[in-house]
């Protein structure tokens, strides 16, 4: 069987980056969305398991002390990592699986797995991302401020990416994403044989 597809989400603060996940899990019903582990504490209506697993600091260095993350990063001061065993287990079930991290993450996966598909999702205008980050009203001023300088040097980081997707509305952006992932999964270079000549796994 062939291997899933591990895809990497990224963007900066308050593009809406969950908002498209959620919707691209509706119409691509084979792909899993990998929960993260994290220190940050639960926003209203957040449950755990369901967005993230939720630690504690010093569960979370005990965890980086015994390998247990493909990646993990410090952001907005809390830990955020991905646990390298369920990536493992579902990639090899052929499960396509999505991760939505930072940056700092997105690098760490693409050294470790060459054939990680990164996507970069960005705001049809700085306007429009300054709007979303401070009408979303979580969050104190402070955080406000910082996530707004965040936003502001991670879309510098667009070039390090394989995909660059506009989200213009929730369902074209997906749609996108969507395609992104069929033609992936039509690269000859994955494995992919002619049916019925011999040769297909
Ligand atoms: P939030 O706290 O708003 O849910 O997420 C803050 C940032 O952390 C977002 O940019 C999100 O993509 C990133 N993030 C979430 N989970 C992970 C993870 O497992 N690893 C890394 N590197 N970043 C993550």
């Not at 994290?38 to 390998?67: A, C, L």
């Not at 980050?133 to 980081?157: F, K, N, P, V, W």
């Amino acid at each position: 069987m062939a291997e899933g597809i591990l895809l990497i989400l990224s963007g900066p603060s308050g593009v809406g980056k969950g908002t498209v996940c959620r919707y691209l899990l509706t119409i691509k019903e084979a792909l899993k969305l990998s929960v993260s582990t994290t220190t940050r504490p639960p926003r209203t209506g957040e449950v755990e398991g369901k967005e993230y697993n939720f630690t504690t600091t010093s569960h979370f260095k005990d965890m980086i002390k015994q390998d247990s993350f493909l990646e993990w990063a410090i952001v907005h001061d809390y830990y955020y990592g991905t646990r390298r065993e369920k990536v493992r287990e579902l990639l090899l079930t052929g499960q396509d699986l999505i991760l939505e991290i930072d940056v700092q993450g997105a690098k760490q996966i693409k050294e470790k797995v060459s054939d990680a598909v990164s996507i970069f999702l960005v705001p049809p205008s700085r306007e429009i991302l300054e709007q979303r980050i401070i009408g979303r009203g979580t969050e104190d001023s402070e955080r406000i401020r910082q996530r707004l300088e965040t936003a502001r040097r991670e879309m510098d980081a667009y070039y390090l990416y394989d995909y660059l997707v506009i989200n213009d509305t929730v369902e074209a952006a997906a749609g996108l994403i969507g395609s992104i992932i069929d033609a992936e999964k039509s690269k000859v270079s994955r494995g992919v044989r002619p049916p019925g000549w011999g040769g297909e796994n």
